[in-house]
Structures are given as structure tokens and as C-alpha cells.
């Protein structure tokens, strides 16, 4: 017969299909460490020019290799604001970041199938990212200040607050928009994984609009709509 406790349980899991639900029960049950993995280096060919009309493509092509690479969080508008906050004003270190974060549905760091090791080695690895795609004619001076710490969150939130303007968001959502109705067909440049890396990279600055307007006005994607 089951005990009370063991009834509970059950009904509390009752009805959870949403990818959140899965993701918990997948991650919360492991005895040990989710397995580190390298990650692999951006695509060199990709420069930004440092031209303002620029940046939404460049913002698009950091999305993309952020979230190609299980290392979303680190860019979730919540992350970001705990981080700089118990970071710079707390002067929390990573390893405490890491042990204490949880977003709005309860999961933590490690939930993303993220140990440590691997938290702070994607933290360096956004960080070499910026460096191969700013690393000719534009300025160096955020990527200076965080070379000795390899911040890479940090340099994320610095260099969008230069460069994103909120009198550009309509431009921005409307281009956006437009990448997101795109028909693929067979001349597009790159095959379909660079038709679903631009994809993916507008689906997430759609998001990150929508986050920073709060007007309502720019919709807001679920992971369904990315897939």
C-alpha cells in the first residue's frame, strides 16, 4: 500500500508534459556530475564591423552559437539580471552564482545539465566568442575590461547596453519578423543549418525585444515555436 507521502508525490507530477517538468525530472535525479563537454570554437568567418545597422545581425549570430551550444541560460534576461546584481554588487563568485541561482520555474543552473566546471568554462567560451567576432574594426574597450576575468556574461551585458537603442526596437522587431517568415528553399546560402541558425538567432532577439519593450506590443515565443 502507498504512503501518503508517496501519494502526493504522485499527484503532484499528475499532468506535467511541459519541456520545464522535463527537463527537472531528467536533471534532479543524477547521483553524479552532468558530463563536461568542450565547446567548440564560433565560426571565425563571422566579423562584426562595428556599425550600429550592423548589430542586429551580429546580435543574431551570438544568439545562435549561445543556444547551439546548451548554453542559453547564460543569456535568459533573468540570469542576466541576478548575475550582474550578485556579481558586481555582492561580489558573488561563480561558484556561489552557481549554487544559488534559480530562475522563475525552479531550475537551477545544474538543471541545464551544467556542472561547475562546465558553468564556468561557458562563461570563458562566450567570452572568445566575442573576441573572434569583434576582433577587427571595432571597439576593443569592453573586451578589455573583462580580459582578465574572461567574463563572459559580463561582456554580454556590457556590449548590448552599447549597442542595443530602444529607439531601434521596432526596426529590430520588424526585421526579425521577417527572418522568422522566411520560406527555406534550396538557394539559400549555407543549406538548411545556416537557414535554422539565423532562425534560432531571430527567434531569441524576438524574445529579448519583447523583454525589454513591455509594452506587449512584440509577441513572445515558446521553445514550440523555435522548433
Do not use: C
Amino acid at each position: 500500500m502507498a504512503s501518503s507521502s508517496d501519494s502526493s508525490s504522485d499527484d503532484s507530477s499528475v499532468g506535467e508534459t511541459s519541456a520545464v517538468a522535463r527537463l527537472r525530472s531528467s536533471t534532479r535525479s543524477y547521483t553524479k556530475e552532468p558530463k563536461f563537454s568542450a565547446r567548440s570554437p564560433v565560426d571565425s568567418k563571422y566579423i562584426f564591423s562595428g556599425e550600429y545597422d550592423k548589430w542586429d545581425e551580429a546580435d543574431n549570430f551570438l544568439r545562435a552559437f549561445v543556444l547551439g551550444r546548451n548554453m542559453g541560460y547564460l543569456i535568459a534576461p533573468e540570469f542576466l539580471k541576478f548575475y550582474e546584481k550578485k556579481h558586481l554588487k555582492y561580489s558573488w563568485n561563480l561558484a556561489k552564482i552557481y549554487q544559488k541561482y534559480q530562475d522563475e520555474d525552479g531550475l537551477s543552473i545544474r538543471d541545464h545539465q551544467a556542472s561547475l566546471a562546465q558553468f564556468q568554462n561557458n562563461i570563458r567560451a562566450l567570452y572568445s566568442t566575442f573576441l573572434s567576432v569583434f576582433r577587427k574594426g571595432t571597439d576593443s574597450s569592453i573586451l578589455t575590461k573583462h580580459k582578465a576575468t574572461l567574463d563572459g556574461v559580463l561582456t554580454w551585458i556590457d556590449t548590448h547596453s552599447k549597442y542595443d537603442d530602444k529607439g531601434a526596437i521596432a526596426i529590430a522587431a520588424d526585421n526579425n519578423n521577417q527572418i522568422i517568415t522566411q520560406k527555406y528553399n534550396k538557394h539559400f546560402q549555407g543549406g538548411v543549418p545556416a537557414f535554422l541558425t539565423r532562425l534560432s538567432g531571430a527567434f531569441s532577439k524576438l524574445n529579448a525585444l519583447d523583454d525589454k519593450d513591455k509594452t506587449g506590443q512584440y509577441p513572445k515565443y515558446s521553445d514550440q515555436h523555435m522548433i
